[in-house]
């Protein structure tokens, strides 16, 4: 079995906590300051928790179409959909209201079992510009599937 990319304290807190308290100990983890998670519910994304998210930005997101948005082309393409700065970001695949965030350096990652299930989607930003690596990509992934798996 292949070692994970996370400490072991932090996996606990993923498979244990609360949503809202796994989340928080995700945005530590990776540095970033907003963060939210959609669990897939009979087609749509629903937010299940979110953290320093204007709250006119919560009230759009509450559920979000698979393809629409960084979740839901993240869970879409079942890969991770990233921007190194999603204010000046112009590709379109982030939806208008995601600038009222304030956030920049953000990764939407699709919470995927074992078994090739979609749970939903982990999104984490930065308040600063920032490019995601594919090892920093593979960690998040990591922490979604456990979060998606409880």
């Not at 959909?81 to 379109?92: K, P, R, Y």
Request: net charge neutral; glycine share 10%; with cysteine.
């Amino acid at each position: 079995m292949p070692t994970s990319p996370l400490p072991a304290s932090l996996q606990h807190t993923l498979q244990t906590a609360p949503l809202t308290q796994a989340l928080q100990a995700v945005l530590h983890h990776f540095g970033c300051q907003a963060g939210t998670y959609h669990q897939l519910q009979e087609g749509m994304l629903q937010l299940m928790a979110s953290l320093h998210i204007p709250p006119p930005v919560v009230s759009l997101i509450q559920q979000v179409p698979l393809g629409k948005g960084l979740a839901g082309l993240a869970a879409e393409r079942r890969e991770p959909v990233s921007l190194c700065n999603l204010q000046t970001d112009t590709s379109g695949q982030a939806r208008p209201a995601a600038k009222a965030t304030g956030m920049e350096g953000s990764v939407a990652v699709p919470a995927i079992g074992p078994d090739g299930t979609l749970y939903g989607v982990l999104g984490i930003a930065k308040a600063s510009a920032y490019d995601w690596s594919d090892t920093e990509k593979a960690a998040v992934c990591a922490a979604a599937a456990l979060m998606g798996a409880r």
